[in-house]
């Protein structure tokens, strides 16, 4: 009879390239490379030009398209989850996948917010991007909140904007509580990821990197796995279960 793991799963956008999502946001992200497409999710830009908003809608409308779905990665964790094992979510994501994929919400921290809603600046009116891109289908182009008129941007965390502090503060509790750590497809070198992991690993957790590109804290884990995330995190997880 053994214990049963604290599962921490911390996830980056590797976990998402099976579902078909590129890294739009990692240090060598397509929004990185981009000067122009870096603007349409750099807070400055968006609330200071209507331009760089009716753009972004166009973008979320043309990459929504896309409809991605949760992949076997996804699948795997919430199976452990079902298995018993107590596991919570930390994810650099906003693709809502691990929640499609069916992990109780209350579970998942979303450290970069979620492309899946929108919030008014204004009022704080919080709305699905569904909603808001079927308006831009309809015609409108920069469409503002139905309740005061304000701003609709989506509810993620642009470039030039701090993380939410209550997030930060829940993520590092769990890293802290937690006696096995993993870093899921995150290259390990944003803030807070990176942190994270390191809490985690100090304050005695197990720490399990799964990556396909060498990561600064491999040096730290006590397991390094570089196979496709879609093949060893099922395997891993169901280790555990
Ligand atoms: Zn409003």
New binding site residues.
């Given amino acids: 009879m053994t214990t049963k793991p604290l599962v921490a799963l911390l996830s980056g956008a590797g976990i998402s390239t099976d579902s078909g999502i590129p890294d739009y946001r990692g240090p060598a992200g397509l929004w990185r490379q981009d000067p122009e497409a870096e603007k349409l999710v750099t807070h400055e830009h968006y609330m200071g030009d209507p331009d760089v908003r009716r753009r972004s809608w166009q973008m979320r409308r043309r990459t929504g398209a896309l409809r991605p779905e949760p992949n076997a990665a996804h699948r795997a964790v919430v199976e452990l989850e079902r298995s018993g094992v107590p596991v919570r979510v930390l994810t650099q994501n906003v693709d809502g996948l691990h929640q499609r994929a069916g992990m109780p919400a209350r579970k998942v921290l979303e450290l970069h917010g979620s492309a899946r809603h929108v919030v008014?600046v204004?009022?704080?009116?919080k709305g699905a991007m569904e909603d808001a891109l079927a308006r831009i289908d309809a015609g409108e182009d920069d469409p503002p909140?139905l309740?005061?008129?304000?701003v609709l941007r989506p509810a993620t965390v642009m470039f030039g904007e701090p993380l939410d502090p209550s997030v930060l503060a829940e993520a590092a509790a769990i890293a802290k509580a937690c006696t096995l750590f993993f870093a899921v497809g995150s290259s390990l070198q944003v803030h807070p990821a990176a942190g994270l992991a390191q809490v985690a690993a100090e304050h005695g957790a197990r720490l399990v990197v799964v990556n396909a590109e060498p990561t600064p804290y491999d040096g730290i884990a006590d397991e390094v796995v570089r196979e496709p995330i879609g093949t060893a995190l099922p395997r891993l997880l169901r280790e555990l279960a």
Avoid: I, S, T, Y
């Fill in positions: 008014c204004k009022c704080g009116a909140c309740e005061c008129g304000g």
